[in-house]
């Protein structure tokens, strides 16, 4: 099947569930069920798309941002049985899935404070779930124990080395809302190049082109490099 590059991307809620551990800030991550079509068997963070009955009466963007709050609460409910207060999350990144793919979402991330409660998955969609800390998450992927999809990826070594819940929260809320529109780049022997806003070849897709770097490198083989230096901040994990 031929992908359709004006397949409309659906509206989409994830919410980032972190707690305090003696070894630092840890996630929750869930696994998606193997029968499942889009992501079946990696670990994400719980998310689901916006259903109609989240959204009010206009389509305004803070109408919009309501919605995927009310969605990201009745995610986290739905896959991993806990109770998030709507007033406890924190809006930071916006995903897009690329063009040109046979399914696309415009996922909106919050965070928020676990509440002191069991995790319950519904056993359907969701098979697993693990609190982890991103750089054992990111480790794991590495030596081929899990898979994670490049949003989950780029969100775990941005949260890599968190000491408290509590400065993470903190550090969100003081950053402006970042959008991800990946653009993709095949790259000669394998793999690819997701591109995002801010890198030197995001409009060109040229990502040989010298300058600041906002890209995620998915070399063939399985192993990937996140690289941001916009804003002035060099960050670069592997």
Do not use: N
């Not at 869930?30 to 206009?58: E, K, N």
């Not at 991993?80 to 930071?92: C, Q, S, T, Y």
């Not at 056993?123 to 899990?146: C, D, F, T, V």
């Not at 600041?212 to 901040?233: F, I, K, Q």
């Amino acid at each position: 099947m031929t992908a359709d590059p004006a397949v409309p991307a659906h509206p989409a809620a994830t919410v980032v569930l972190l707690r305090d551990s003696d070894e630092g800030c840890e996630v929750l991550l869930v696994r998606r069920s193997s029968r499942l079509a889009f992501h079946g068997g990696a670990w994400v963070f719980p998310g689901g798309r916006i259903d109609a009955v989240d959204y009010g009466t206009t389509a305004a963007e803070a109408e919009i941002r309501a919605a995927a709050c009310q969605a990201a609460v009745r995610e986290a409910q739905e896959e991993a049985g806990i109770a998030v207060d709507p007033a406890e999350l924190v809006l930071f990144s916006r995903w897009v899935t690329p063009e040109g793919l046979p399914k696309r979402f415009d996922a909106w991330f919050f965070a928020a404070r676990a509440p002191f409660s069991p995790v319950q998955v519904d056993g359907g969609e969701i098979e697993e779930h693990r609190w982890i800390s991103p750089a054992e998450a990111l480790a794991a992927r590495e030596a081929g124990e899990i898979e994670l999809p490049p949003p989950t990826f780029v969100t775990l070594t941005k949260f890599r080395g968190a000491e408290a819940v509590a400065d993470v929260l903190a550090a969100l809320r003081a950053e402006p809302l970042r959008s991800y529109v990946p653009h993709l780049h095949l790259l000669t022997g394998g793999g690819a190049c997701s591109l995002y806003d801010g890198d030197a070849g995001y409009e060109t897709g040229d990502p040989e082109l010298l300058g600041p770097r906002h890209r995620l490198t998915m070399h063939e083989g399985g192993a990937w490099t996140y690289e941001c230096s916009v804003d002035g901040l060099l960050f670069r994990v592997s």
